[in-house]
């Protein structure tokens, strides 16, 4: 299983953009990197999945370099909203993705 | 609208009263799973299913069973609970195919005294 490693925290302020980094370097070739957020007693709720280079939705960009062995997780012009605890998680289905701890994001005014 | 429900949303109850927390999907998802989440530990898998009939141990199955006769429903059952099975529980069920991307319920937040 390939294991993920994140900023345990992090802070930023109203209109900022926001990097979170993941770092993955135990990947597999056919493994995907996928982002979680989840709100205080919600369940996570998908934000992204990319397998190489950029992908971008209408939420945030997922930034994945040549080797695939980090992520980056960028969120623009965050909001109060924002705040919230963001999961990475690599693996290829079949029940071989796991949570960990995630980074727990705070935005502040 | 899709989506995946829970019952009940918080529970009390004392050690060793059998209970079950329930959980169905409508998105005719192969793929059902419980977590458990406890401050500091992140989610862990309790048990997953690939599809009917079809169930397996996660990483923390230890005082729990599950069912899934139906497709859309996998309900999580605690013969005897225990205190430390005090968490709060999530379903989540996704296609059985390709990278993981999950429907999470809305959590069963449990305490057993």
């Known amino acids: 299983l390939a294991k993920t490693t994140q900023p345990i925290s992090m802070d930023s302020y109203e209109g900022q953009e926001v990097n979170i980094t993941c770092s993955h370097n135990?990947?597999?070739?056919?493994?995907?990197i996928t982002w979680y957020q989840q709100f205080p007693s919600q369940g996570p709720r998908f934000i992204i999945q990319?397998?190489?280079t950029k992908v971008t939705n209408e939420v945030a960009s997922l930034f994945i370099p040549a080797d695939r062995k980090s992520s980056t997780l960028s969120l623009p012009r965050v909001s109060l909203s924002d705040t919230a605890v963001y999961y990475c998680?690599?693996?290829?289905?079949?029940?071989?993705?796991?949570f960990g701890a995630g980074t727990r994001l705070t935005v502040k005014p | 609208e899709a989506q995946v429900t829970q019952n009940p949303r918080y529970l009390i109850t004392v050690t060793g009263k059998k209970l079950t927390v329930t959980c169905s999907q409508n998105?005719?998802?192969?793929?059902m799973s419980w977590y458990r989440q406890d401050p500091g530990l992140g989610l862990r898998q309790i048990y997953y299913?690939?599809?009917?009939?079809?169930?397996d141990k996660g990483d923390v199955p230890e005082g729990y069973k599950v069912s899934r006769k139906e497709k859309r429903n996998f309900p999580l059952i605690l013969e005897s609970p225990s205190p430390n099975q005090t968490s709060l529980y999530f379903c989540?069920?996704?296609?059985?195919?390709?990278?993981?991307?999950?429907?999470f319920g809305p959590g069963t937040r449990l305490t057993v005294l």
């Open positions: 299913s690939m599809n009917v009939e079809v169930t």
């Open positions: 989540a069920s996704r296609t059985g195919f390709g990278p993981d991307t999950q429907y």
């Open positions: 135990n990947i597999a070739t056919n493994d995907y």
């Open positions: 998680l690599v693996g290829e289905g079949n029940n071989d993705m796991r």
């Open positions: 998105m005719n998802h192969e793929y």
């Open positions: 990319g397998y190489k």
